[in-house]
């Protein structure tokens, strides 16, 4: 079995800074692809930051410049650090990866619980 567990989430005011983190853990044998996804009240869920094992990241326009992904492999964590925030980066916040579990021959999708982020004006 494998769980993806966030933390981090929380209240903030425009302006502020949150840094969420995300730890994959149970029956892992390798951890590819891993992103960030959010769904605000109302609206679909969007990619917010994807990160490669390699370490290569990608943001929509909306985020880029503010909010930055990164992970640590040795741990199977991967974190958003998230700054300048807006009221309309309110939303769930989503924690998502490709891992290839040690009883399967394939990797599959996997999704956190979402950890709630609101920003005051």
């Known amino acids: 079995q494998v769980q993806l567990v966030e933390s981090g989430g929380g209240l903030v005011q425009a302006g502020g800074s949150l840094r969420l983190s995300c730890a994959a853990s149970?029956?892992?044998?390798?951890?590819?692809?891993m992103a960030w996804y959010r769904q605000a009240p109302g609206k679909q869920r969007e990619l917010v930051a994807r990160?490669?094992?390699?370490?290569?990241?990608n943001y929509p326009d909306s985020v880029k410049g503010r909010f930055a992904i990164s992970r640590d492999n040795s741990k199977n964590t991967v974190y958003l650090q998230m700054n300048s925030l807006k009221p309309e980066d309110t939303a769930v916040y989503y924690c998502?990866?490709?891992?290839?579990?040690?009883?399967?021959?394939?990797?599959?999708?996997?999704w956190g619980q979402g950890t709630q982020v609101t920003v005051s004006s």
């Open positions: 149970g029956s892992i044998l390798s951890v590819n692809a």
């Open positions: 998502n990866a490709d891992i290839h579990p040690n009883y399967s021959i394939q990797s599959y999708d996997f």
């Open positions: 990160i490669t094992s390699g370490g290569s990241a």
